[in-house]
């Protein structure tokens, strides 16, 4: 029974080991309005960002026009200074009650991160959550 209770432990230590995450939080966001979800100095070997929104009270407002839908959009810098567009790959809110989006990344060799979230029009509350999923054994 100990050695049942010693391998499971051990199993368990392991796959908890395999990967790390960290999270950021926006700032709760009220009608029109744009906040950020920010990592600074991630580490290195991050396979994936995820943006959870969360509407917290009233109306998303939602169009084919990017002026009038809210939008998260991932970036990136180098130096805290210039934020630029990791890609072109956003997520457009729609009005439900959470709103997610996972972004892919084949590798991380930036100093920060950050998830613009825009909501241009609408009467609405949010609070968006960003979290990185971390490899730390992979390309050793």
Known sequence: MKKL???LLTV???QSSA?????AYSDTTANADTTYA????????IMSFQIDLYKLTGTIATSDYASVA???LLQYTNTG????DLNTDTLKFTNKDINSKTWELTKT???SY?????????TVTTKATLTYCRRPDENK
């Open 114 to 122: 950050r998830v613009v979230i825009r909501i241009p029009t609408g």
């Open 38 to 45: 920010t990592f600074t100095v991630v580490p290195s070997n």
């Open 81 to 84: 200074e210039t934020w630029f």
């Open 109 to 111: 060799s930036y100093l």
């Open 5 to 7: 209770l010693f391998l």
């Open 19 to 23: 990967q790390t995450t960290g999270k």
């Open 70 to 72: 809210g939008y998260a």
């Open 12 to 14: 368990i230590t392991l």
